[in-house]
């Protein structure tokens, strides 16, 4: 990870179209997280108390599409989407984006290693990371 920043972040990259209900996750080897897998520590959490200030969602998203070259106009950063995860060296807050384009923009993630996969063909994904892609799934079908 080039920023420290990503030692108490990850992204979820996703893209829902509302037409099809096609939803499909940026993946990226065996990780849907951007930048980095979690560490093997990590465990679901509450949200704490208090939100650190290198956990505010503008600038992640800033750093992530910096890092990554990815417009941020076509980004949708889900605000309702709320995941925590404990690891040795604190909290990690999980933040779920939205590409605000027609069609998965294939062309963004794959310089960074990624692809769209949809979520039945996630099998043998690491088990936090499916719970968060079911998360997502109920969060977006729910109508959020």
């Known amino acids: 990870m080039s920023t420290p920043l990503f030692d108490h972040n990850r992204v979820i990259l996703c893209h829902f179209d509302s037409y099809s209900t096609a939803l499909v996750f940026a993946r990226y080897g065996a990780s849907i997280l951007a930048p980095a897998p979690l560490p093997a520590s990590a465990a679901p959490m509450p949200a704490p108390a208090e939100v650190a200030v290198h956990h505010e969602p503008e600038m992640v998203f800033d750093a992530l599409a910096a890092q990554f070259g990815l417009d941020p106009a076509k980004l949708n950063p889900d605000d309702d989407f709320e995941a925590w995860m404990a690891s040795d060296d604190g909290p990690i807050r999980i933040h779920l984006v939205r590409f605000a384009t027609l069609d998965a923009p294939k062309e963004a993630i794959e310089p960074i290693g990624g692809v769209f996969k949809p979520i039945s063909e996630m099998r043998g994904m690491p088990m936090i990371e499916l719970n968060l892609?079911?998360?997502?799934?109920?969060?977006i079908m729910g109508g959020g």
């Open 133 to 139: 892609m079911r998360q997502v799934f109920n969060q």
